[in-house]
T-cell receptor
Framework: DAGITQSPRHKVTETGTPVTLRCHQT?????MYWYRQDPGHGLRLIHY???????DKGEVSDGYSVSRSKTEDFLLTLESATSSQTSVYFC?????????????FGEGSWLTVV | GDSVTQMEGPVTLSEEAFLTINCTYT??????LFWYVQYPGEGLQLLLK?????DKGSNKGFEATYRKETTSFHLEKGSVQVSDSAVYFC????????????FGSGTRLQVQP
C-alpha cells in the first residue's frame, strides 16, 4: 500500500466553522491531490499540488484552500464549512510518467457539516 | 476538457456470469486510462491501467483494452465472484498540464450467489 495517511478520518462540524484535513505521505511523491466523492458525481478534483508551495485549483475549488509547505504534507481547509461540503474527501499522490504513471489514494475522510 | 462516461449502475449479476462495464472518454493528446475499484467504506484501489493505444491492462481476472479509434476502455471479466461486488470507476490522466485523474461517475456491481 502507498504510504498515505489522512486525518481526521471522521469529523462532524457545525456550519460556519473552519475545518482542516491533513494528508501525509511517506513516498516523496511530487504530485498531491484532494478530491471529493459524492453520489452520482464520481470523484471531483478540488485542488492539487505539483511541488512545495506550488498549488492550483480543480473543478470544485470554491470554499476550499490548500497549503503545501513540505513535500510530505498537503492540507485542505474549508474556510467556513457549509452543508454542501458534507462529503468524503480523498487525498491522492503520484509521481510522473512511465511505470510511475499511477495515482494512489488514501482511505478517505468522512466530513459531516450540520 | 477531458471527460469520462461510464455505464449507469447498479449492475446485478449471478456468480460466474460474464461482466462488461462500458467506458468511453474524451481527451486531447495521449491520455493514460485506468480502472479503480472501491469496496464499501474504503478508498480507491488501482485495478488496472493502460498507457497507450492497443495496450491491454489486466489484473485479478479483469481486463480492459485501450481503443483509441473508439475512445473506449471497457472493463471485462469472464466469471465474476461475490467478492467482486464493489463500485468500479473508469478514469483518465492527461499527458500534459496538471496530471490529475478525471473520473466517470462509477458503476456499482452486485454479484449474487
Amino acid at each position: 500500500d502507498a504510504g498515505i495517511t489522512q486525518s481526521p478520518r471522521h469529523k462532524v462540524t457545525e456550519t460556519g466553522t473552519p475545518v482542516t484535513l491533513r494528508c501525509h505521505q511517506t513516498e516523496n511523491h511530487r504530485y498531491m491531490y484532494w478530491y471529493r466523492q459524492d453520489p452520482g458525481h464520481g470523484l471531483r478534483l478540488i485542488h492539487y499540488s505539483y511541488g512545495v508551495k506550488d498549488t492550483d485549483k480543480g473543478e470544485v475549488s470554491d470554499g476550499y484552500s490548500v497549503s503545501r509547505s513540505k513535500t510530505e504534507d498537503f492540507l485542505l481547509t474549508l474556510e467556513s464549512a457549509t452543508s454542501s461540503q458534507t462529503s468524503v474527501y480523498f487525498c491522492a499522490i503520484s509521481n510522473d510518467r512511465g511505470e510511475k504513471n499511477t495515482i494512489y489514494f488514501g482511505e478517505g475522510s468522512w466530513l459531516t457539516v450540520v | 476538457g477531458d471527460s469520462v462516461t461510464q455505464m449507469e449502475g447498479p449492475v446485478t449479476l449471478s456468480e460466474e456470469a460474464f461482466l462488461t462495464i462500458n467506458c468511453t472518454y474524451t481527451a486531447t493528446g495521449y491520455p493514460s486510462l485506468f480502472w479503480y475499484v472501491q469496496y464499501p467504506g474504503e478508498g480507491l484501489q488501482l485495478l488496472l491501467k493502460a498507457t497507450k493505444a492497443d495496450d491491454k491492462g489486466s489484473n485479478k481476472g479483469f481486463e480492459a483494452t485501450y481503443r483509441k479509434e473508439t475512445t473506449s476502455f471497457h472493463l471485462e471479466k469472464g466469471s465474476v465472484q461475490v467478492s467482486d461486488s464493489a463500485v468500479y470507476f473508469c478514469a483518465l490522466r492527461g499527458d500534459t498540464g496538471r496530471r490529475a485523474l478525471t473520473f466517470g461517475s462509477g458503476t456499482r456491481l452486485q454479484v449474487q450467489p
